[in-house]
């Protein structure tokens, strides 16, 4: 058994979730079974969405599945221990998984856009016959994303991400900076100390890593982050906490999604990547 709560903007507990584990099976990948995680949208998916959704001025809205586990068909066999508590039935029982999800959600999160809001809704009431679900309403919060919405423009941003962050680091007092990374840094040849706990700066790169999404002016410095996993150093550490600083004078900074945008892509190329190195 796990447990992990659904939280609003605020940091509200939205809804109470047990998440059920498989434990100690005996069986292996390739031969018993092959997927091994539940179906997801890519987040450029659920970007381009974002964007063609605020292009094209239609209806988005949020819906949530009950046991999303429970729904679908499985074509394999897959074996469980009983969970805590269920062992003083039977010792020599073990749980076998009848069903799984499979279709293209966000585990038990998805949204549904449309220009026709009659046929959203009968579409939701046919998902409802289904399934258990339960209707959200409006987009307003997407894993971790927080979405406003006017009839110019939508925007999404990560700004309870980004604050929490900066409270997990205990920086939330500190003065600001106006950059994520000093010019002309050194970090590539740093032989400073190796710190001595290097499960926290992972946590953080891979917390920085998911900010991303809203945030492209921090890929560089991720990036530069993400090569010291293995042996972080002092100044790879301080490099890293002076970034929570620039977070800090911009946790509430997004993307904005135009809506007389022409949808078409446009890509830009660094003409001095030589110099990176």
Same mark, same amino acid.
């Given at each position: 058994?796990?447990?992990?709560?659904?939280?609003?903007p605020d940091?509200k507990?939205?809804r109470y979730?047990?998440r059920?584990?498989?434990?100690?099976?005996?069986? @292996?990948?390739g031969?018993?079974?092959?997927?091994?995680?539940? !179906?997801?949208?890519k987040?450029?998916? +659920?970007w381009?969405l974002?964007e063609?959704?605020a292009?094209?001025?239609w209806?988005? &809205?949020?819906?949530?599945? &009950?046991?999303?586990?429970l @729904?679908g068909?499985l074509?394999?066999?897959v074996?469980?221990k009983?969970? !805590?508590?269920f062992e003083?039935f039977?010792?020599?029982?073990?749980?076998?998984?009848?069903?799984?999800?499979?279709?293209?959600?966000?585990v038990?999160d998805f949204?549904? #856009?449309?220009?026709?809001?009659?046929t959203?809704q009968?579409?939701?009431?046919?998902l409802?016959?289904c399934f &258990?679900?339960k209707?959200?309403?409006?987009?307003?919060?997407?894993?971790?994303i927080?979405?406003v919405r006017?009839?110019?423009?939508?925007?999404?941003?990560?700004?309870k @991400?980004?604050?929490?962050?900066?409270?997990?680091?205990?920086?939330?007092?500190?003065?600001?900076?106006?950059?994520?990374i000093?010019?002309?840094?050194?970090?590539l040849?740093?032989?400073s !100390?190796i710190i001595?706990?290097?499960?926290?700066?992972?946590?953080? +790169?891979?917390?920085?890593i998911?900010l991303?999404?809203?945030?492209?002016?921090?890929?560089?410095? +991720?990036?530069i982050l993400?090569?010291?996993?293995?042996?972080?150093?002092?100044?790879?550490?301080?490099?890293?906490?002076?970034?929570? &600083?620039?977070?800090?004078g #911009?946790s509430?900074?997004g993307?904005?999604?135009?809506?007389?945008?022409d949808?078409?892509l446009?890509a830009?190329c660094?003409?001095d990547?030589?110099g990176?190195?």
């Amino acid at each position: 058994m796990g447990l992990q709560n659904k939280t609003s903007p605020d940091g509200k507990i939205a809804r109470y979730k047990t998440r059920l584990v498989a434990l100690s099976n005996q069986q @292996h990948e390739g031969l018993d079974y092959t997927d091994t995680c539940a !179906p997801v949208a890519k987040p450029t998916t +659920v970007w381009m969405l974002f964007e063609i959704t605020a292009a094209k001025k239609w209806e988005i &809205h949020q819906t949530d599945v &009950h046991n999303a586990f429970l @729904h679908g068909d499985l074509h394999e066999e897959v074996y469980m221990k009983l969970p !805590p508590g269920f062992e003083i039935f039977d010792l020599t029982k073990v749980c076998r998984l009848k069903t799984v999800l499979n279709i293209l959600v966000y585990v038990d999160d998805f949204i549904v #856009s449309g220009n026709d809001l009659s046929t959203m809704q009968r579409f939701k009431n046919y998902l409802s016959q289904c399934f &258990h679900m339960k209707n959200l309403g409006k987009l307003k919060y997407f894993l971790g994303i927080e979405v406003v919405r006017n009839n110019e423009a939508i925007f999404i941003s990560q700004r309870k @991400h980004a604050l929490d962050i900066i409270i997990e680091t205990g920086l939330l007092g500190f003065k600001l900076v106006s950059t994520p990374i000093e010019l002309n840094h050194k970090l590539l040849r740093d032989n400073s !100390p190796i710190i001595e706990n290097p499960e926290a700066y992972r946590r953080l +790169v891979g917390r920085l890593i998911y900010l991303t999404f809203t945030r492209p002016e921090m890929c560089y410095i +991720v990036h530069i982050l993400s090569q010291f996993l293995k042996t972080p150093r002092q100044a790879h550490r301080d490099t890293k906490l002076g970034t929570v &600083h620039y977070l800090k004078g #911009s946790s509430g900074q997004g993307i904005l999604l135009r809506a007389d945008s022409d949808l078409r892509l446009t890509a830009y190329c660094d003409a001095d990547w030589n110099g990176c190195f």
